[in-house]
C-alpha cells in the first residue's frame, strides 16, 4: 500500500493506495487559511500519521512551484510555505519509507492517463482548475517532467495580456489570475453576484448507509431525487465505481447510519449515494460539510475554510444567475484559449480537466468549448478532444500513488 498525499491550498487529503490504484481510508481537512509553516505541517502530519503503520511508501502532490525533485515547496495558495522543505521532512518523519513528490496537478494528469479518461492516450495534459489553475504533460506515453519538474504549467499561460488581473505569480493576465475559484468568485462578487440561498432542508424518504471509506467534496449534481446528468455523474463514479442512486438533491440534509450505528450527515450541497466495488454503499457530497466514519472508525469532517466558495457559484450557474453565468463563461473562454495554445505547442489530443470549478457542467465547458474551436484553427489541432476528468476526488491521491506503483512512465530512472 502506498499513503498518497494531497496538498492543495482549500484541502489537505491522505489515503492508502493498493497496487490496483483503489483508495482506502482517505482523510480530509481544510487547509488552514493565512497559517505559518509549523502549523500547516502539524496539521499535514496530524492527518498521515494514523495511515502511515498501513505504508510501504509516500507519494505527495503539492501546489507548486517546486524545487523537484527534492521536494522544496512554494505553493502560490499556501503562503505560509516558501522553500518548504517537503519531502525532506516526510522523509524524516517516516525514515522507513521512500518518499516521491511532484506537482499536484502533474498527479491529477497522472491518475488521469493510468487510470481516468485518459487512459491509453499517448500525448494529453491534465488540468486542475481549482484554488488555482495548473496541468501536467504526458508525451509520448510518459510523464514530461521538464527541466525543473514544472512542466505542464498552463495556469500560467497568458490570457489577457492587456489589462488583465493580477497573478499571484507576480504576473497578470494569467489562466489562473481569471479561471481560479478564490479569484472567479470574487469577480463575481464584485459585479453583483449575491449567492443564492440554499432550499431549507426536507425529509428525506430513505436514510442512506456509509461505509468508513466516505468521498467528500465532489459529487453528481441534483435538483430532484434520481436526477442525473452526464459530466458530473462520470465525476462521482470513481469513488464508488457504480452509477449514483437516488437521494440526489440541493440544499438536502441527508442522515443515515454509518459501519457501526454512528451518525452519518450531509448538509448545504448536492449529494449523491452509490454503490462501491464491494457492494458497499458509498456516500458523495459537493457542499461545505460533511461528517462520517474513517478508517478505524475515526470521525471524518471537512468542512472549507472559505466564506464563499466555487462550488456555490457554479451552483448559481447552472440554476441561471445571470452574474454566476456570466463568471463561468469568463472562466470557460480564458480555459478555451489556453487549451488551444497548449495543444498547438504540443500537438495533443487529449485534454481532461479536474478539480472543483470542473462541476459546473454546460455553463463552463459550453464557453470552453466556444473558444477552443474558434483558436485551435491548425488542422492538427481541430480533432483536439476536451473531456471531464473521470476519477473525481481520489485523484491527486492516485496520482500520487502512481509515482512508485507505476514508476516505468511517471518518474525518471
Not at 159 to 174: F, I, S
Not at 183 to 201: D, Q, V
Request: proline fraction near 7%; hydrophobic fraction near 40%.
Amino acid at each position: 500500500m502506498i499513503l498518497a498525499i494531497d496538498v492543495g491550498g482549500t484541502k489537505l487529503a491522505a489515503g492508502l493506495v493498493s497496487r490496483d490504484g483503489t483508495v482506502t481510508g482517505s482523510r480530509r481537512v481544510a487547509t488552514p487559511q493565512g497559517a505559518d509553516a509549523e502549523t500547516l505541517w502539524r496539521t499535514l502530519i496530524a492527518l498521515v500519521e494514523p495511515l502511515a503503520g498501513h505504508a510501504e511508501a509516500v507519494g505527495v502532490g503539492c501546489g507548486g512551484p517546486m524545487s523537484w525533485p527534492d521536494g522544496e515547496v512554494s505553493p502560490l495558495n499556501i503562503p505560509g510555505w516558501r522553500r518548504f522543505p517537503l519531502r525532506a521532512r516526510l522523509a524524516e518523519q517516516f525514515p522507513s519509507l521512500p518518499v516521491r513528490l511532484h506537482n499536484d496537478a502533474v498527479c491529477l494528469a497522472v491518475a488521469e492517463h493510468w487510470l481516468g479518461a485518459g487512459r491509453g492516450s499517448r500525448d494529453m495534459l491534465g488540468m486542475v482548475v481549482s484554488t488555482g489553475v495548473g496541468g501536467g504533460l504526458i508525451l509520448g506515453g510518459r510523464l514530461a517532467h521538464g527541466r525543473t519538474g514544472n512542466a505542464g504549467h498552463i495556469g500560467h499561460v497568458v490570457v489577457e495580456p492587456h489589462d488583465g488581473p493580477r497573478c499571484t505569480c507576480g504576473g497578470h493576465g494569467c489562466l489562473e489570475a481569471v479561471a481560479r475559484g478564490p479569484a472567479l468568485t470574487s469577480w463575481a462578487l464584485a459585479n453583483g453576484w449575491h449567492p443564492n440561498p440554499r432550499k431549507p432542508p426536507a425529509p428525506v424518504p430513505a436514510p442512506i448507509t456509509a461505509q468508513p471509506n466516505i468521498a467528500v467534496g465532489l459529487g453528481a449534481a441534483g435538483g430532484e431525487p434520481g436526477w442525473s446528468a452526464g459530466t458530473h455523474v462520470r465525476t462521482a463514479q470513481r469513488a464508488g465505481e457504480g452509477a449514483p442512486h437516488a437521494n440526489a438533491a440541493v440544499g438536502r440534509v441527508l442522515t443515515g447510519s454509518g459501519p457501526d450505528g454512528e451518525g452519518v450527515a450531509y448538509r448545504e450541497g448536492r449529494e449523491a449515494a452509490g454503490s462501491g466495488p464491494d457492494g458497499e454503499r458509498v456516500a458523495f457530497q459537493e457542499g461545505r460539510e460533511a461528517a462520517g466514519s474513517g478508517l478505524d472508525g475515526e470521525g471524518v469532517a471537512y468542512r472549507e475554510d472559505r466564506e464563499v466558495t466555487a462550488r456555490e457559484l457554479a451552483a448559481d450557474a447552472l440554476a441561471g444567475d445571470p452574474v454566476a453565468v456570466r463568471a463561468m463563461r469568463r472562466a470557460g473562454r480564458a480555459l478555451g484559449v489556453a487549451i488551444a495554445s497548449a495543444t498547438h505547442l504540443c500537438d495533443l489530443g487529449l485534454v481532461t480537466v479536474g478539480g472543483g470549478l470542473a462541476q459546473a457542467g454546460e455553463p463552463l465547458f459550453g464557453p470552453l468549448e466556444e473558444a477552443l474551436r474558434e483558436h485551435a484553427r491548425m488542422g492538427f489541432a481541430r480533432d483536439i478532444e476536451v473531456l471531464p476528468a473521470a476519477l473525481g476526488q481520489d485523484a491527486g491521491l492516485v496520482g500520487a500513488a502512481a509515482l512508485h506503483l507505476a514508476a516505468d512512465r511517471y518518474w525518471p530512472t
